[in-house]
């Protein structure tokens, strides 16, 4: 049985010799720019060079993540990444952005590309597109069982990476819009601001109701190894060397000798993470909620506080140089706190009481007291820099010819208005010939309803496109692929694709759109979407009016109504407050929101839709003709459809 890659996360130079130390077959980690974890430290180009230089000398692979979406002004920076990484020894680029994947194919051919988790590949039709795209490797999202892995493992022919050890997110990656709502800060550009981990209030309940447990899944590292998984991936670039190095060991350990697994877990013990779940590769996900989401091992309570000086009875030793983190009861954030001498710290063993006298904040009485870190090896901070020289910057008139060649598209000169309905209810309240293009997104119950054989339908059905959903476990893909064919076969001419690999479940010569959730932030992602001959495209709920404009395409779908949906999530959650049409409420400070549960997926929105129509006449005169008002989460209405119809037309 072939041993599966250990990869270890590395956001320092500290972690990048604990990763080496613990054992690591490959590592993973971010420059500056264009990745998903922007609040590690990452690195520099020069330092990148040194540590490819040392990773050679010891065998070990080096990937670059790039994975996150660009923007349009970005494009001229990417390409000079992708030409400093054409220079490089590096094994290969996570990305998430079909425009990188474009650029890098075209113009880097021999860059080695792996499809990151953030472009959502989670079945058999998804490890098979991203072979067809001639990617190495498809890093699969978390949210699969085994006997899912199984199934996919047995019919790819393309690596395998899989999630093993650290935190997880509430929604699938690469479909969560809540820290881009909240605040701007997108998680789709290495930004979140982790709203799962928030508390939010349910009638009178307030509660951690999104808050995740961190996975762990050394028990089930042998299945991993039968199944043939390529690589286990760690997550954590943003994580401590100490970490980097524990898990490290602990997998490692596991690899080599499963029988080691109970000596292996109990290294584990000591990650800092939070509590930890077997989620969906463990079978079990009832107790993967954390009621804390902090990180860190619970050592006790403050016992006395007076002004800046604070004391804990401890439940594990305590040396110079561990770090602890109180966390006040009003739940806001505090700094972590070295114990050093300075701070009238001595150390004590079990049971004892510490004291410190820490200036820089002050405590009161009952708050928690968590150990984060507990540095067994030191780590070298530095790297000899050395390595292979390469240049910085592509050249001007070639990256001006590559940016000249993507995103051209013809000016259009008529109007077209798209609906989105997500109900059959919808359809006794719309008026067809007030729209052009009727976007068509149902339940499995409701496909297996629908009747296009009615005079009505049957005259309408050109205005008909049928919307795939974002997540089609490996069970359902028969189903999606039979109805592709026989709704097919009743005259649909045109599918939305909520994930680009979904054409593969459409008869040949059928043609497909994709919509916001295949991401065209700029116009190298759309001269890929053109290339690969999708017809129509929704640019993404997260686009801004700047980046919009830049663009040289005006030939995609603006969305200026909607209510976008922040969680999409196979994990259910428990708020049972739900209302007639299946909404449960619920809010945080500034804002309400609506949960709902569709084909066994939790979806969030929020109360109050984001709607762009007063600025309809704008956008039109910077040269877009295509709109969409999507219904979905909106109660069928005809007098919604007719104000919303109203205010489209007079931009209002």
């Known amino acids: 049985m072939k041993k599966p890659e250990?990869?270890?996360?590395?956001?320092?130079?500290?972690?990048?010799?604990?990763?080496?130390?613990?054992?690591?077959?490959?590592?993973?980690?971010?420059?500056?720019?264009?990745?998903?974890?922007?609040?590690?430290?990452?690195?520099?180009?020069?330092?990148?060079?040194?540590?490819?230089?040392?990773?050679?000398?010891?065998?070990?692979?080096?990937?670059?993540?790039?994975?996150?979406?660009?923007?349009?002004s970005e494009l001229p920076e990417l390409l000079d990444v992708l030409y400093q990484v054409s220079q490089t020894t590096l094994s290969s680029i996570i990305i998430q952005d079909w425009g990188t994947y474009y650029l890098a194919r075209k113009f880097f051919p021999n860059i080695t590309l792996h499809a990151s988790t953030q472009m959502a590949f989670h079945n058999s039709v998804g490890a098979e597109f991203a072979k067809r795209k001639n990617f190495e490797r498809v890093i699969m999202a978390r949210e699969l069982t085994l006997e899912e892995l199984r199934i996919i493992g047995s019919k790819s022919r393309i690596e395998l990476e899989v999630f093993t050890h650290g935190a997880l997110c509430y929604s699938f990656s690469g479909l969560c819009l809540f820290s881009s709502f909240l605040g701007g800060m997108s998680a789709n550009r290495g930004q979140c601001r982790q709203p799962c981990r928030r508390t939010f209030q349910a009638e009178e309940k307030e509660d951690y109701f999104f808050s995740l447990k961190d996975s762990q899944q050394i028990d089930v590292?042998?299945?991993?190894?039968?199944?043939?998984?390529?690589?286990?991936?760690?997550?954590?670039?943003?994580?401590?060397?100490?970490?980097?190095?524990?898990?490290?060991?602990?997998?490692?350990?596991?690899?080599?000798?499963?029988?080691?697994?109970?000596?292996?877990?109990?290294?584990?013990?000591?990650?800092?993470?939070?509590?930890?779940?077997?989620y969906f590769l463990g079978g079990n996900v009832s107790n993967a909620f954390s009621e804390n989401p902090f990180i860190g091992i619970h050592i006790g309570e403050v016992i006395d506080a007076k002004g800046t000086e604070f004391s804990f009875t401890t439940t594990e030793d305590l040396k110079m140089n561990y770090r602890i983190r109180v966390q006040p009861q009003s739940g806001m954030d505090s700094k972590a706190i070295k114990l050093k001498a300075e701070y009238g710290f001595t150390e004590v063993g079990k049971g004892e009481t510490a004291k410190l006298n820490f200036t820089q904040e002050s405590f009161r009485t009952g708050d928690k007291v968590f150990l984060i870190g507990a540095p067994v090896n030191k780590f070298r901070t530095k790297f000899q820099l050395d390595g292979k020289k390469i240049?910085?910057?592509?050249?001007?008139?070639?990256?001006?010819?590559?940016?000249?060649?993507?995103?051209?598209?013809?000016?259009?000169?008529?109007?077209?208005?798209?609906?989105?309905?997500?109900?059959?209810?919808?359809?006794?309240?719309?008026?067809l010939d007030k729209i052009d293009q009727l976007i068509i997104n149902l339940t499995k119950s409701e496909w297996q309803k629908l009747n296009l054989q009615s005079p009505f339908m049957k005259k309408n059905i050109n205005k008909f496109i049928i919307e795939l959903p974002k997540f089609i476990p490996e069970n359902d893909i028969s189903f999606y692929k039979d109805l592709c064919l026989n709704l097919s076969k009743q005259g649909i001419k045109n599918f939305m694709l909520s994930n680009i690999s979904q054409k593969l479940l459409l008869p040949i010569g059928i043609r497909s759109s994709v919509n916001e959730n295949v991401y065209t932030l700029n116009d190298a992602a759309i001269q890929f979407l053109k290339e690969d001959n999708a017809g129509l495209h929704i640019y993404p709920y997260e686009f801004d009016y700047e980046n919009l404009v830049a663009g040289k395409n005006r030939n995609g779908i603006v969305p200026i109504y909607f209510y976008p949906e922040l969680f999409h999530s196979r994990m259910p959650v428990k708020l049972d407050n739900a209302d007639a049409d299946g909404y449960a409420h619920f809010k945080d400070r500034d804002h309400s929101f609506r949960k709902t549960v569709r084909d066994g997926i939790t979806i969030v929105v929020p109360e109050l839709p984001v709607s762009l129509l007063q600025y309809k006449d704008d956008i039109h005169k910077q040269g877009f003709r295509r709109f969409l008002i999507d219904l979905s989460h909106v109660k069928p209405s005809q007098n919604t459809f007719n104000r919303l119809q109203k205010k489209y037309k007079y931009s209002e």
């Open 221 to 278: 590292v042998p299945e991993l190894m039968k199944i043939g998984i390529s690589s286990l991936k760690v997550e954590g670039r943003m994580k401590s060397a100490e970490y980097v190095n524990r898990v490290a060991k602990a997998y490692r350990m596991v690899i080599d000798d499963p029988s080691k697994l109970k000596q292996a877990k109990q290294l584990l013990t000591y990650d800092m993470g939070r509590e930890k779940t077997s």
């Open 391 to 431: 240049k910085q910057y592509l050249p001007a008139k070639k990256k001006q010819n590559i940016l000249n060649r993507i995103g051209s598209g013809k000016q259009l000169h008529f109007d077209e208005l798209f609906i989105r309905i997500n109900s059959l209810r919808w359809f006794r309240k719309l008026y």
């Open 6 to 72: 250990l990869l270890l996360p590395v956001g320092n130079t500290e972690a990048f010799y604990a990763a080496i130390d613990g054992g690591a077959d490959a590592i993973y980690l971010g420059l500056r720019n264009f990745n998903a974890r922007n609040r590690a430290k990452n690195f520099t180009l020069k330092q990148l060079q040194s540590i490819l230089t040392e990773s050679q000398k010891k065998g070990i692979k080096v990937y670059l993540t790039l994975n996150t979406l660009i923007k349009n």
